[in-house]
């Protein structure tokens, strides 16, 4: 019995050894594509000297330059757009789906999908050069909501962070228990954009998020942490026109930011902001908000809950945010809206603004993959 | 705050976020054993085990698992329960056993007990990783014993090998063939997605 | 009386199809048919790698599993060994063709976890094929299970523009056409037998 006990268990790790060496050996021999160059706008100081095998955005990364990207190279965001002029092989269909027709003409190309096995010329916006790394100690960590915390990053190197509101950026998960190589996930910026040492992000938990859970479990107050930024286009538009600002969940990060600008900035606009929750227990910095009331004339927050429970007491707006947005009396076709948060609320809300006649290009918003 | 608490784990995987309704996943081979509700019956038994165990141990040794064969040893571990139940069944429940055929192999191949493994174990201690398993895997054959159900009335008459239907019903045979259960589950997701839309989809969070 | 391979391979696409009438592969059929093209590399790469995992699949069990009396321990084996032929495959092709690598080479890893290919292959050990059967069975299964998730491929292509109730969109209506598919080739059963 224990004679063919271990005859078998030999056997089955025989075969598995004799596999595993074999990849191996493949991996060694086959995969091997030695040096590659990549150059970068043709400019020669710009062009790196990468190992092949890997991907474009993690041979970038493994060099400083940060090609926005908020899945970490899943192939499920489509912003890590690049233009490969040279050496990047057909389009996949993994990256098909994100790109237009326009784009694909133009050789764009998804960073996450496309590999490096031979020499590359790639084409970068000048801006990103100018996005910068930097290190940082984790300060404050506030519990918001039982899901959201806010995480206040004091920089040390460099120690100040010029940003607008309405803009994020990547937070750096280095390798713990649960990774072996560091990550990046997007972030906005929820904090007062005047204050350019301590940078504030509002992190709602994904049950399975590397990142999130590095956040919430790991990571302690002092800690040192890593970010690059800022990134996005996501900002107030320079105009007198009533505003709408609409999001739910840890959407409203870059609101908050925005609302800081319009007190600092003494922007007089009628606005109103529709925060969508499912309980009272979703609802944060309410305190805050009636100051925001109070300092901006024109200013209303319209927190709406889905779910009220009886305990909640709720005497606010109730329902889905789609509905509460759709009953607001607002001159739709004159305004401009903000909306962040989940692409599924996004579309529906969006569908709302469009059927009472806002134009499609004064809505801006920013989805979280 | 921080770590859902053992209710949240179990609602999450029965309802909520139940494995076929709301993430599509494994509805693999396991509907060929719905046309009878004591093979369902036995083949989720086995699955469930499989899950629960396999989350189990996947987190037990999460911190200790190089990543680079991260999935390989998932699948060792998996594939391993997997022999167990099938050893158990064959000596136990041999009819059942030989009805079900390869399906108890292919519990190994069932992306929900992958999925909760990568999703959940790899983050989370022993005992939540668990009971996460336990609720996706009762979640998923909440699913299947409801389809079984319906298939096995309609197609047979009975539930249970026990006749309900009165003599002179006609037998939907359709309902036992392949073609019953692909409607059955389609019909399953309309219903279930119709009555209670996911709350993703409505609050934005 | 045993039906010969080449029963065996028609039966295999039509009568006993393993995606329409075994249920096998189901989760990566209901997410790539969405796309024609995706469709047909998938449904490539899964029929090259059950032809060849058939055949060593048969010869593992053949002249390693029986002989041990270790006919327990079939499904780890059978797992290790198509975990790792795709990853072999996969870094082949891609050193090999580059065309063949964007066409089907990056599909192989989503074909690791496809119950359709561990399916297929406990059932050719379970009804004692012999090698050409098994390797007729291998091919035919794979082929059968292309013809399904690329007409699955075509029919949603054009579903893009029906009305579909909303509950029932994505997942709910691919099952319904699935079942109507699966109805038509229910058509087929009878004329050749196999289980």
Same mark, same amino acid.
């Given at each position: 019995?224990?004679?063919?006990?271990?005859?078998?268990?030999?056997?089955?790790?025989?075969?598995?050894?004799?596999?595993?060496?074999?990849?191996?050996?493949?991996?060694?021999?086959?995969?091997?594509?030695?040096?590659?160059?990549?150059?970068?706008?043709?400019?020669?100081?710009?062009?790196?000297?990468?190992?092949?095998?890997?991907?474009?955005?993690?041979?970038?990364?493994?060099?400083?330059?940060?090609?926005?990207?908020?899945?970490?190279?899943?192939?499920?965001?489509?912003?890590?757009?690049?233009?490969?002029?040279?050496?990047?092989?057909?389009?996949?269909?993994?990256?098909?789906?994100?790109?237009?027709?326009?784009?694909?003409?133009?050789?764009?190309?998804?960073?996450?999908?496309?590999?490096?096995?031979?020499?590359?010329?790639?084409?970068?916006?000048?801006?990103?050069?100018?996005?910068?790394?930097?290190?940082?100690?984790?300060?404050?960590?506030?519990?918001?909501?039982?899901?959201?915390?806010?995480?206040?990053?004091?920089?040390?190197?460099?120690?100040?962070?010029?940003?607008?509101?309405?803009?994020?950026?990547?937070?750096?998960?280095?390798?713990?228990?649960?990774?072996?190589?560091?990550?990046?996930?997007?972030?906005?910026?929820?904090?007062?954009?005047?204050?350019?040492?301590?940078?504030?992000?509002?992190?709602?938990?994904?049950?399975?998020?590397?990142?999130?859970?590095?956040?919430?479990?790991?990571?302690?107050?002092?800690?040192?942490?890593?970010?690059?930024?800022?990134?996005?286009?996501?900002?107030?538009?320079?105009?007198?026109?009533?505003?709408?600002?609409?999001?739910?969940?840890?959407?409203?990060?870059?609101?908050?930011?925005?609302?800081?600008?319009?007190?600092?900035?003494?922007?007089?606009?009628?606005?109103?902001?529709?925060?969508?929750?499912?309980?009272?227990?979703?609802?944060?910095?309410?305190?805050?908000?009636?100051?925001?009331?109070?300092?901006?004339?024109?200013?209303?927050?319209?927190?709406?809950?889905?779910?009220?429970?009886?305990?909640?007491?709720?005497?606010?707006?109730?329902?889905?945010?789609?509905?509460?947005?759709?009953?607001?009396?607002?001159?739709?076709?004159?305004?401009?809206?903000?909306?962040?948060?989940?692409?599924?609320?996004?579309?529906?809300?969006?569908?709302?603004?469009?059927?009472?006649?806002?134009?499609?290009?004064?809505?801006?918003?920013?989805?979280?993959? | 705050?921080?770590?859902?608490?053992?209710?949240?784990?179990?609602?999450?995987?029965?309802?909520?976020?139940?494995?076929?309704?709301?993430?599509?996943?494994?509805?693999?081979?396991?509907?060929?054993?719905?046309?009878?509700?004591?093979?369902?019956?036995?083949?989720?038994?086995?699955?469930?085990?499989?899950?629960?165990?396999?989350?189990?141990?996947?987190?037990?040794?999460?911190?200790?698992?190089?990543?680079?064969?991260?999935?390989?040893?998932?699948?060792?571990?998996?594939?391993?329960?997997?022999?167990?139940?099938?050893?158990?069944?064959?000596?136990?429940?041999?009819?059942?056993?030989?009805?079900?055929?390869?399906?108890?192999?292919?519990?190994?191949?069932?992306?929900?007990?992958?999925?909760?493994?990568?999703?959940?174990?790899?983050?989370?201690?022993?005992?939540?990783?668990?009971?996460?398993?336990?609720?996706?895997?009762?979640?998923?054959?909440?699913?299947?014993?409801?389809?079984?159900?319906?298939?096995?009335?309609?197609?047979?008459?009975?539930?249970?090998?026990?006749?309900?239907?009165?003599?002179?019903?006609?037998?939907?045979?359709?309902?036992?063939?392949?073609?019953?259960?692909?409607?059955?589950?389609?019909?399953?997701?309309?219903?279930?997605?119709?009555?209670?839309?996911?709350?993703?989809?409505?609050?934005?969070? | 009386?045993?039906?010969?391979?080449?029963?065996?391979?028609?039966?295999?696409?039509? !009568?006993?199809?393993?995606?329409?009438?075994?249920?096998?592969?189901?989760?990566?059929?209901?997410?790539?048919?969405?796309?024609?093209?995706?469709?047909?590399?998938?449904?490539?790469?899964? !029929?090259?790698?059950?032809?060849?995992?058939?055949?060593?699949?048969?010869?593992?069990?053949?002249?390693?599993?029986?002989?041990?009396?270790?006919?327990?321990?079939?499904?780890?084996?059978?797992?290790?060994?198509?975990?790792?032929?795709?990853?072999?495959?996969?870094?082949?092709?891609?050193?090999?063709?580059?065309?063949?690598?964007?066409?089907?080479?990056?599909?192989?890893?989503?074909?690791?976890?496809?119950?359709?290919?561990?399916?297929?292959?406990?059932?050719?050990?379970?009804?004692?094929?012999?090698?050409?059967?098994?390797?007729?069975?291998?091919?035919?299964?794979?082929?059968?299970?292309?013809?399904?998730?690329?007409?699955?491929?075509?029919?949603?292509?054009?579903?893009?523009?029906?009305?579909?109730?909303?509950?029932?969109?994505?997942?709910?209506?691919?099952?319904?056409? !699935?079942?109507?598919?699966?109805?038509?080739?229910?058509?087929?059963?009878?004329?050749?037998?196999?289980?």
């Amino acid at each position: 019995m224990i004679t063919s006990l271990a005859i078998q268990v030999g056997v089955v790790a025989a075969i598995g050894a004799l596999l595993a060496a074999l990849i191996e050996l493949a991996d060694r021999f086959i995969a091997n594509y030695g040096e590659c160059r990549i150059t970068i706008n043709d400019e020669e100081e710009r062009s790196l000297n990468v190992q092949g095998g890997g991907h474009l955005l993690g041979a970038l990364a493994e060099n400083k330059l940060f090609i926005p990207s908020a899945c970490g190279g899943r192939g499920s965001c489509g912003l890590c757009k690049v233009k490969v002029l040279e050496g990047g092989g057909p389009l996949l269909p993994t990256e098909a789906p994100y790109l237009s027709a326009t784009e694909r003409k133009n050789n764009v190309r998804l960073s996450c999908q496309v590999k490096v096995r031979n020499n590359l010329r790639i084409e970068i916006p000048q801006e990103l050069f100018a996005i910068k790394r930097y290190a940082g100690r984790a300060g404050k960590i506030i519990d918001q909501t039982h899901d959201m915390k806010q995480l206040d990053i004091e920089l040390t190197e460099p120690e100040t962070l010029d940003f607008k509101a309405g803009q994020y950026v990547q937070l750096t998960a280095p390798e713990y228990a649960k990774s072996d190589q560091p990550i990046y996930r997007a972030y906005s910026i929820c904090s007062d954009p005047t204050d350019e040492s301590t940078i504030s992000l509002l992190i709602r938990r994904v049950p399975d998020g590397i990142c999130t859970t590095w956040v919430f479990d790991y990571l302690k107050v002092g800690d040192q942490v890593e970010l690059n930024g800022p990134h996005g286009e996501f900002c107030l538009q320079p105009t007198a026109r009533e505003i709408l600002f609409i999001a739910g969940g840890s959407g409203l990060a870059p609101i908050r930011s925005m609302l800081f600008q319009m007190r600092n900035e003494k922007i007089d606009r009628k606005a109103t902001f529709y925060f969508g929750a499912q309980t009272s227990d979703d609802l944060c910095y309410l305190e805050q908000m009636a100051q925001f009331e109070r300092d901006l004339p024109q200013f209303k927050f319209v927190p709406a809950l889905s779910m009220p429970r009886d305990e909640d007491r709720w005497e606010g707006a109730q329902g889905l945010i789609t509905d509460v947005l759709d009953a607001g009396e607002h001159e739709f076709a004159q305004a401009e809206a903000y909306l962040c948060g989940s692409p599924g609320m996004i579309d529906a809300c969006i569908k709302v603004l469009l059927t009472h006649g806002m134009p499609q290009e004064r809505i801006f918003y920013d989805k979280f993959a | 705050m921080g770590k859902p608490g053992a209710g949240t784990i179990m609602l999450n995987g029965l309802w909520r976020e139940n494995p076929i309704f709301r993430q599509i996943l494994g509805i693999c081979s396991a509907l060929a054993v719905t046309n009878l509700l004591v093979n369902t019956v036995t083949l989720c038994a086995g699955m469930v085990a499989v899950t629960a165990l396999s989350s189990g141990t996947v987190s037990l040794l999460r911190n200790v698992t190089p990543r680079r064969v991260r999935m390989m040893v998932q699948v060792l571990i998996i594939a391993s329960y997997v022999i167990l139940v099938d050893l158990v069944l064959k000596a136990y429940l041999p009819e059942i056993s030989k009805a079900l055929g390869p399906y108890v192999g292919l519990i190994i191949t069932n992306c929900i007990i992958m999925g909760r493994a990568e999703a959940f174990a790899g983050s989370n201690r022993v005992l939540p990783s668990m009971l996460d398993g336990l609720a996706s895997g009762l979640g998923y054959s909440l699913v299947l014993v409801c389809v079984a159900v319906v298939r096995e009335l309609l197609g047979f008459g009975t539930i249970w090998n026990v006749a309900l239907m009165p003599e002179d019903f006609t037998r939907w045979t359709l309902m036992v063939m392949a073609p019953g259960a692909f409607f059955m589950l389609g019909i399953f997701i309309w219903i279930a997605r119709g009555l209670f839309p996911s709350k993703a989809e409505a609050t934005g969070s | 009386m045993e039906p010969g391979p080449i029963a065996i391979f028609f039966a295999a696409i039509f !009568t006993s199809n393993i995606l329409l009438v075994n249920f096998l592969g189901m989760c990566s059929f209901l997410s790539i048919s969405r796309e024609l093209k995706a469709s047909v590399g998938l449904g490539l790469a899964v !029929t090259f790698v059950l032809t060849t995992t058939s055949l060593i699949a048969y010869l593992l069990n053949q002249y390693v599993l029986v002989p041990l009396e270790m006919e327990h321990l079939r499904y780890i084996v059978f797992i290790v060994v198509i975990a790792a032929f795709v990853q072999l495959v996969e870094i082949v092709i891609e050193r090999i063709s580059p065309v063949l690598y964007v066409n089907l080479g990056i599909f192989l890893p989503l074909i690791t976890v496809n119950c359709a290919i561990l399916g297929s292959l406990l059932f050719l050990v379970i009804r004692e094929y012999d090698l050409w059967q098994s390797l007729a069975f291998g091919a035919g299964s794979g082929l059968g299970w292309m013809l399904a998730i690329v007409a699955l491929a075509g029919i949603r292509q054009r579903m893009k523009y029906s009305k579909v109730p909303a509950a029932l969109e994505g997942p709910g209506i691919a099952l319904i056409i !699935t079942g109507l598919m699966s109805l038509a080739f229910v058509g087929f059963s009878g004329m050749i037998p196999i289980q």
